[in-house]
């Protein structure tokens, strides 16, 4: 463990908190009107940790074959945490949707465990970091979305449906990052496999 770890770590203790407030707001006693804001600064702080560890760990050379693991489930976890929590209520995402981003990264977290096992360690990817700055892009467009829906500034509808749109767009993007890691690490991975 070291200093970026404990960022990496930050993010995923921070998850839960996104289907807590955005689906206990009643029982919790907060405004609708203040959700959108509240989820805003907690997704500010997890991609600024996510920002913060990969910069420690190359300045401090801390990069480790942990943090090569940790750095991209701690990603997978905070972004389908947060879609998960979008296909209820009233954003009404569409489940399928959200399960390819879920399959993706089981899939490429199962094969990475598999290597570690045998000693080898799968980088993250180019389109595997385009992949989550596309997601958290897309969460921050549906937060956005939200406070001007619950100012009234636009309708459910509308909301719904950018949303769809950019969450459909970035699931696409998704398969495509999951063809380009299976058929980079192809070698490596029928080696683990004990194909090779």
Not at 117 to 140: D, H, N, T
């Amino acid at each position: 463990m070291n200093s970026a770890h404990y960022f990496t770590l930050l993010r995923i203790l921070i998850s839960p908190i996104f289907p807590i407030l955005y689906l206990g707001y009643g029982w919790l006693g907060i405004p609708l009107v203040w959700v959108p804001y509240l989820m805003l600064v907690f997704l500010v702080i997890c991609e600024f940790s996510d920002i913060l560890d990969g910069f420690l760990a190359r300045r401090s050379n801390q990069v480790t074959d942990l943090g090569k693991v940790l750095d991209p489930m701690a990603d997978s976890i905070t972004h389908i945490s947060f879609f998960l929590t979008f296909t209820q209520g009233f954003v009404k995402l569409p489940l399928l949707l959200v399960l390819v981003f879920l399959y993706r990264d089981f899939f490429i977290s199962t094969l990475r465990t598999l290597c570690a096992l045998r000693g080898l360690a799968l980088g993250a990817r180019l389109s595997g970091k385009l992949k989550a700055i596309m997601q958290a892009c897309v969460a921050f467009l549906i937060i956005f979305l939200m406070i001007f829906y619950t100012q009234g500034l636009i309708s459910l509808e509308m909301l719904q449906q950018i949303s769809l749109l950019s969450v459909a767009i970035s699931a696409l993007y998704t398969i495509f990052s999951a063809c380009d890691y299976f058929y980079a690490n192809r070698l490596f991975i029928k080696k683990a496999l004990g194909k090779a």
